[in-house]
């Protein structure tokens, strides 16, 4: 299994706040201004933005990565157009580009097929995708943590999550 990069310590000028976030991992406390539930696409993406602008960030999954999930297994190309640290990534993302698509009716009788001189989208496997976009949010200052299932309490409105190996406590108050 890969390992992930330790992030570099912040220097940051200022106090930690009283609003921020503690998470208790293997015994040691961690305090973050922002802690994201969920590696996937939008939270390593989000995550890496933070870390980008100075926040620091965690980020907890209940999977240990890379990890397989099931998906159509294409990316859109303005993902990358839009986000332009993940193009030097591409590699390290994706598999294959394409350029273009064909649909088909249902008796397969009737086809439109619409092509592209750049890529309309990349095809990768999920596992793939996930763990570089977790890997570039660590490179970026963030804290990864795996293996930590969140749940809620309704009546505190605080967070936990629960290491699923050892069954310990792994996160709280928010």
């Known amino acids: 299994m890969d390992s992930y990069p330790k992030p570099?310590?912040?220097?940051?000028?200022?106090?930690?706040?009283?609003?921020?976030?503690?998470?208790?991992?293997?015994?040691?406390?961690?305090?973050?201004?922002?802690?994201?539930?969920?590696?996937?696409?939008?939270?390593?993406?989000?995550?890496?933005?933070?870390?980008?602008?100075?926040?620091?960030?965690?980020?907890?999954?209940?999977?240990?990565?890379?990890?397989?999930?099931?998906?159509?297994?294409?990316?859109?190309?303005?993902?990358?157009?839009?986000?332009?640290?993940?193009e030097a990534e591409l590699p390290n993302l994706v598999d294959c580009p394409f350029y273009g698509i064909r649909f088909y009716n249902e008796s397969m009788s009737r086809q439109g097929t619409y092509n592209e001189r750049q890529p309309s989208g990349y095809l990768t496997l999920r596992s793939k995708f996930d763990h570089g976009l977790a890997r570039l949010a660590v490179l970026s200052g963030a804290t990864f943590l795996q293996n930590v299932a969140p749940r809620t309490s309704r009546k505190t409105g605080m967070a936990f999550?629960?290491?699923?190996?050892?069954?310990?406590?792994?996160?709280?108050s928010f």
């Open 8 to 86: 570099a310590r912040r220097i940051r000028g200022e106090a930690k706040k009283s609003d921020c976030y503690t998470a208790a991992m293997s015994q040691s406390d961690i305090q973050v201004d922002v802690l994201i539930v969920g590696a996937g696409p939008s939270g390593s993406t989000a995550a890496t933005a933070l870390a980008k602008m100075g926040h620091s960030v965690a980020i907890i999954d209940k999977g240990i990565f890379p990890r397989h999930k099931t998906c159509a297994s294409w990316v859109n190309a303005l993902a990358f157009s839009r986000l332009n640290y993940l």
């Open 161 to 172: 999550g629960r290491n699923s190996a050892t069954g310990k406590s792994s996160a709280r």
